[in-house]
């Protein structure tokens, strides 16, 4: 237990579907990250956000919409996707973005687009 | 741009010591050295960090070469448990927590 939760667990669905990924965390951290794990591949930086301003966005797709509405609380929107953006989805969050702190991820979201 | 090197596989036998090696040749002054391990299906797990002096935590022993070109993770007493994919990775003090992941280190520690 990391303190950080991601719901669902798991999560299937259709290419015209439209579904949100939820992430909580109630460590009083004020910096809260995306990455995405494709199978074989690194984990990719997705986006990040520190007191609920967006800092970083690394040239997702528009079908990924991220919304922080509180510090303790992260979504990801997703819409339309496409069957290669099958992969596990993790939050993670931060002390401050800026710093030189541990990062604590969630268990993730694995999706699967069909 | 890979910032580290890890080998792509270890193999080690419970109990003993598992020492795993990361080279980062082209480190800067400012830059820290993390791991992290991630067990299947779950998310990365913070392990420990360091600068150019030895660290020493719960969970494993970081030992730092002096001109910092390279590191090795040491967990002094191998469980089954510690099987996962370890991650060696080289930020800046004021980066944040903007990971860049590579391949990592896959352990795998035998009964």
């Known amino acids: 237990e990391t303190g950080v939760t991601q719901t669902p667990r798991h999560l299937v669905m259709g290419m015209t579907n439209k579904k949100s990924l939820k992430c909580e965390q109630h460590l009083g951290h004020n910096a809260m990250y995306w990455y995405k794990q494709s199978a074989k591949k690194p984990l990719e930086l997705m986006f990040v956000y520190s007191l609920e301003e967006r800092v970083e966005n690394n040239s997702v797709p528009s079908r990924f919409s991220p919304e922080c509405p509180n510090s303790s609380h992260l979504f990801l929107h997703l819409h339309t996707l496409q069957p290669e953006d099958s992969a596990l989805y993790l939050c993670a969050s931060s002390r401050q973005v800026g710093q030189n702190t541990e990062a604590f991820f969630g268990q993730g979201t694995r999706l699967t687009v069909v | 741009d890979a910032k580290t090197t890890q080998p792509p596989s270890m193999d080690c036998a419970e109990g003993r010591a598992a020492n795993l090696p990361c080279n980062h040749s082209?480190?800067?002054?400012?830059?820290?050295v993390y791991w992290y391990r991630q067990i299947h299906s779950q998310g990365p797990q913070y392990i420990i960090h360091?600068?150019?002096n030895n660290e020493t935590n719960e969970m494993a022993s970081l030992i730092i070469t002096e001109d910092r070109k390279s590191s090795t993770l040491i967990l002094p007493h191998a469980t089954l448990r510690d099987t996962a994919v370890y991650y060696c990775?080289?930020?800046?003090?004021?980066?944040?927590?903007?990971?860049?992941f590579g391949g990592g280190t896959r352990l795998m520690v035998k009964p």
């Open positions: 990775i080289v930020r800046e003090y004021n980066a944040g927590n903007m990971l860049t």
């Open positions: 082209t480190i800067s002054g400012n830059e820290y």
């Open positions: 360091g600068l150019k």
